[in-house]
């Protein structure tokens, strides 16, 4: 099952939508001020989740009448993000592809706790991609094959989530690399990449690789 997650960070309109459009069999999770998104654009969500505390009034309220929405409140004083509390749902649902839109803004701290999200998602199983105009962001802990015809911009950068990824190797890369011991403070060597060939591999044998897909 594939899942759009609505949140409330910084929302390109022209390209949520068009987004939204394409993946139209999706299922659709509101994640708090994100239903203000959805309320503006007419979007009818299957799932809402969140403390609304930062939600205007009025607008949950248009939805709750709506017999087939089901709606998870939760309490301001939690644990876990209203995105997380929205994964551990769609976990439950069978969900094995998640696309975070919203995801990032004004506030470092919900970005990062959403970059650790995707960590935490691919350890579950389940594919998480943070996606906005410019990048598309998700965590690997096995080897992948990507296509430079679905690619989703010019470039493609790696880093190393936790202490190191080993044995790293690309190929198919304008700069590719062999066997090489990718750390945390790695800086420059696996930034803004380009796929050179019709496929491009990115092999290694243990550790979690944040993958970057970007564009100007």
């Given amino acids: 099952m594939n899942m759009i997650f609505i949140s409330g960070g910084r929302?390109?309109?022209?390209?949520?939508?068009?987004?939204?459009?394409?993946?139209?069999?999706?299922?659709?999770?509101?994640?708090?001020?994100?239903?203000?998104?959805?309320?503006?654009?007419?979007?009818?969500?299957?799932?809402?989740?969140?403390?609304?505390?930062?939600?205007?009034?009025?607008?949950?309220?248009?939805?709750?009448?709506?017999?087939?929405i089901y709606i998870r409140h939760l309490k301001p004083e939690k644990d876990d993000s209203d995105t997380e509390s929205?994964?551990?749902?769609?976990?439950?649902?069978?969900?094995?592809?998640?696309?975070?839109?919203?995801?990032?803004?004004?506030?470092?701290?919900?970005?990062?706790?959403?970059?650790?999200?995707?960590?935490?998602?691919?350890?579950?199983?389940?594919?998480?991609?943070?996606i906005d105009p410019n990048n598309k962001i998700t965590a690997l802990t096995r080897s992948v094959t990507l296509k430079k015809a679905e690619q989703?911009?010019?470039?493609?950068s790696f880093f190393s989530w936790g202490d190191e990824v080993t044995d790293f190797t690309l190929k198919g890369f304008k700069?590719?690399?062999n066997h090489y011991h990718l750390t945390n403070t790695s800086c420059g060597l696996s930034l803004s990449n380009e796929i050179a060939e019709d496929q491009a591999e990115v092999h290694f044998e243990s550790g979690v690789l944040l993958m970057i897909q970007s564009k100007d």
């Fill in 175 to 177: 700069y590719p690399l």
């Fill in 152 to 156: 989703y911009g010019n470039y493609v």
């Fill in 11 to 68: 929302i390109d309109s022209d390209f949520a939508l068009d987004f939204i459009k394409k993946h139209n069999e999706d299922t659709i999770v509101a994640i708090d001020r994100g239903l203000q998104f959805c309320s503006k654009k007419g979007i009818r969500p299957h799932y809402i989740v969140g403390d609304f505390d930062s939600l205007s009034p009025g607008i949950l309220e248009n939805y709750e009448s709506d017999p087939d």
């Fill in 86 to 130: 929205a994964f551990h749902l769609a976990l439950d649902m069978g969900a094995d592809t998640i696309y975070l839109l919203g995801a990032t803004g004004s506030r470092m701290d919900h970005m990062m706790a959403n970059l650790q999200l995707l960590v935490y998602g691919v350890q579950k199983g389940v594919l998480i991609y943070l």
